[in-house]
């Protein structure tokens, strides 16, 4: 979970290193620009507020923001931190 700051956060050559465990497995590491979780947060809150919630009714705004790589885009992308 995130908070809304990162939408509006101006850190330059910043990354985020998310961890999925997998019980006993090794766990999945997703490292990605700071960037492309802001623009994430910022495009999913912004659906997540126009789609009706519970009932028909509108959710009403929080400042917890979340992110998702579905498409696994930055599983294991250590190159991205540029460290050779």
Do not use: S
């Amino acid at each position: 979970m995130l908070n809304q700051k990162i939408e509006n956060d101006i850190a330059t050559n910043l990354f985020f290193v998310f961890i999925r465990l997998n019980d006993l497995n090794a766990p999945d590491y997703y490292i990605v620009p700071r960037e492309e979780v802001a623009r994430y947060a910022r495009e999913n809150h912004q659906r997540w507020l126009k789609t009706p919630g519970l009932k028909g009714r509108q959710h009403q705004d929080t400042p917890m923001r979340k992110f998702a790589d579905n498409d696994n885009k930055y599983l294991n992308k250590w190159e991205l931190l540029g460290l050779d």
